[in-house]
């Protein structure tokens, strides 16, 4: 297994992500947003050229390399309803700034799910068969994670997806399914089996992102938790793909300090950096035991 982390949880600077790749011993970074002093904070195909070129001689310099980009294409702030124009910009740019620093990997997702029974599955798979055409064609893998899109709206979900978009891969994340509704049940539709749905997309699975939680039914709301301590099945997810020989990428994304798309859930600077490498060292200690 290759550790690496998704780096903006230890802080917005390249410079301290890097850092705290370093200091778990780590050589690669999962890059997704990036702060440039002067610059707009942005996704790494979104930061204005000289931002990038700010980063890329930081990254080279440095010696870690950038094994994956967490885009934004496709997210869940993004609408299958709206221009498919912006979208292409994107895995445009990202292709320019991928083969720059080497990068083979691409975090993708099928856009946000739209309120109602309607999903607009044509258009949607149509779409996903263009990013992945345009990111194959440059010699890279791009990988869908499992998130609040229409690919995780369930296993059925994610596999309809893949049936209809060949050459796309997969990135399981460990602890989404414990606060995604499985929409291929009926009413009352629980939560998601985190176990289910890694059985079924386990054939397709080139990356990992290790996060854990519970369900806090009272609050409505999941509450993060170091690896292992949730109920994301991170142990026996990692078990079971050590023993199939898996030998790609595996992500941490802590949630403890900060969360990406929740501005309210914030920590200071050096608590932030502090639990980012600590989660990190954790994992590596469950490794350890398996």
Known sequence: MILMGISDEAGALMKIQIR?????????????????????????????QEAFDIVER????????????????????????????????????????MNTLGTRYIRVMSFAVEAGAEQYEEERFRRMRE??????????????ENCMNYGGMSPTHALRLLENVPGLRWVYDTGNPIFNTDRSKPEPQPKQ??????????PFIDHVHVKDAYWDADKNEAVYTFPGEGQGYVKEILSDL????????????????????????????????RSYVEYGERLKKLIETI
């Open 20 to 48: 705290a790749t370093r200091e778990l011993g780590w050589k690669y970074i999962e890059a997704r947003s990036v702060e440039v002093p002067g610059f707009p904070k942005a996704n790494i195909h979104d930061l204005p």
């Open 58 to 97: 930081q990254v080279k310099d440095s010696g870690v390399g950038i094994y994956c980009f967490g885009s934004t294409i496709g997210n869940w702030a993004k609408k299958i309803t709206q221009p498919f124009e912006p979208t292409l910009e994107e895995v445009t740019r990202a292709i320019a700034r």
């Open 131 to 144: 990013i992945t055409r345009r990111f194959l064609d440059a010699g890279i893998t791009p990988l869908h």
């Open 193 to 202: 089996d985190g176990w289910e749905f890694y059985q079924q997309v386990k």
């Open 242 to 273: 050590k023993k199939s020989g898996y030998d790609k990428g595996v992500s941490i994304e802590p949630h403890i300090a900060v969360v990406f798309h929740d501005a309210s859930v914030s920590a200071s600077a050096e608590k932030q950096y």
